[in-house]
T-cell receptor, first 114, second 113 residues
């Protein structure tokens, strides 16, 4: 059964810093990995999708990497801004999830201090 | 022009009642999903529905049943509501099962009294 772990659970940094969020998963037989952000009381916004054959994806100040063999992904946020404050969720898609949906981590709650 | 929409946004009801949550996507996607986010903010898949094939997570009680009148809709029916059903329910869709980005709706906060 797939398990997804995110470290740290919470992070608070001053504005302008670069930061890394970590995600690990137990079963490397995945189709893809997706990073989301969730704002309080809101739905999920997809940030990046990395297919199992890819090593990284970039979108603006965000860069996500995937090392499938070691079961790890990182989300790198450059030059952080207060608007980046949210909960960041990592999720993997595999065929063993019981309903072929995403298996989520518990998230990293990020606060960017102005 | 909302991609994935859900109604209602909030639902407050008594134990034992039957209720439905509606979901619609206008993205032309083939696959839709329902997820549950519990009080500890943990998200978990409940169902996926692709080309009339329903895949159910084994932990979901049979009081929950998704109904798809057409490809753009996947509604969630819940019978005999229990206190533990209180959560936020998210609908999502993707072009294809397994390989594509999933787009989430805004969520429905269900409170069972």
């Amino acid at each position: 059964k797939q398990e997804v772990t995110q470290i740290p659970a919470a992070l608070s940094v001053p504005e302008g810093e670069n930061l890394v969020l970590n995600c690990s998963f137990t079963d490397s037989a995945i189709y893809n990995l997706q990073w989301f952000r969730q704002d309080p009381g809101k739905g999920l916004t997809s940030l990046l999708l990395i297919q199992s054959s890819q090593r990284e994806q970039t979108s603006g100040r965000l860069n996500a990497s995937l090392d499938k063999s070691s079961g790890r992904s990182t989300l790198y946020i450059a030059a952080s801004q207060p608007g980046d404050s949210a909960t960041y969720l990592c999720a993997v898609m595999d065929s063993g999830g019981g309903a072929d949906g995403l298996t989520f981590g518990k998230g990293t709650h990020l606060i960017i201090q102005p | 022009d909302t991609a994935v929409s859900q109604t209602p946004k909030y639902l407050v009801t008594q134990m034992g009642n039957d209720k439905s949550i509606k979901c619609e996507q206008n993205l032309g996607h083939d696959t839709m999903y329902w997820y549950k986010q519990d009080s500890k903010k943990f998200l978990k898949i409940m169902f996926s529905y692709n080309n009339k094939e329903l895949i159910i997570n084994e932990t979901v009680p049979n009081r929950f049943s998704p109904k798809s009148p057409d490809k753009a809709h996947l509604n969630l029916h819940i019978n005999s509501l229990e206190l533990g059903d209180s959560a936020v329910y998210f609908c999502a869709s993707s072009h294809r099962l397994l390989t594509d980005t999933q787009y989430f709706g805004p969520g429905t906060r269900l409170t069972v009294l």
